[in-house]
């Protein structure tokens, strides 16, 4: 079974550029979550979606960041314009029904120059 | 709001080595724990888990069990190997989000 996909694996971009991300979750997973870790830190929570529905947004940061799970199966994540303290690693992860274990995707190494 | 502390590295250990890495929590009532691993160039994946006190989680030799009276779960091996060098991380949480610790990077040498 393949497990959670992203892409792409890395982007460089310079600031006030735009960036996405596509993550697809593990097939029959409702729940889809996007978290950001920065460098030495542990992955901080963005959004989670159930099924099409965003159900926690309260850590994104509305003003350049938004996110579509349309039709309750992939994801995007977009930055518009990227700022240079957006450099991290984007990670998608997703569970089934929300209950127990989160299945986290390779995630994306963005750089922002 | 909920947290997690966790000792932080980076830490070389010899095989065969003993190891422990420290994770404490704070948190409103009583979450599951985790510890992830983070192998180099791969994603984060799960270790081992406890969802309530007193539990213990073990996989491929970790320990580590669910303590509330210290609100700890740290985690343990007897043995290291070289192929258990990666980034370890504690974290709380269920279904609506993970918390995380900030990690920590082991290094066995042979």
């Known amino acids: 079974e393949a497990g959670v996909v992203q892409s792409p694996r890395y982007k460089i971009i310079e600031k006030k550029q735009p960036v996405a991300f596509w993550c697809n979750p593990i097939s029959g997973h409702n729940t889809l979550y996007w978290y950001r870790q920065n460098l030495g830190q542990g992955p901080e929570l963005l959004i989670r979606y159930e099924n099409e529905e965003a159900v926690d947004d309260s850590q994104l940061p509305k003003d350049r960041f938004s996110a579509e799970r349309l039709k309750g199966v992939d994801s995007t994540l977009k930055i518009q314009p990227a700022e240079l303290g957006d450099s991290a690693v984007y990670l998608c992860a997703s569970s089934l029904n929300g209950l127990g274990e989160q299945f986290f995707g390779p995630g994306t190494r963005l750089t922002v120059l | 709001g909920n947290s997690v502390t966790q000792m932080e590295g980076p830490v070389t250990l010899s095989e065969e080595a003993f190891l422990t890495i420290n994770c404490t929590y704070t948190a409103t009532g009583y979450p599951s724990l985790f510890w992830y691993v983070q192998y180099p160039g791969e994603g984060l994946q799960l270790l081992l888990k406890?969802?309530?006190?007193?539990d213990k989680g073990s996989n491929k030799g970790f320990e580590a069990t669910y303590r509330k009276e210290t609100t700890s779960f740290h985690l343990e091996k007897g043995s290291v190997q070289v192929s258990d060098s990666a980034v370890y991380f504690c974290?709380?949480?269920?279904?609506?989000?993970?918390?995380f610790g900030k990690g920590m990077k082991l290094t066995v040498n042979p």
């Open positions: 974290a709380q949480g269920g279904s609506e989000k993970l918390v």
């Open positions: 406890a969802t309530k006190a007193d």
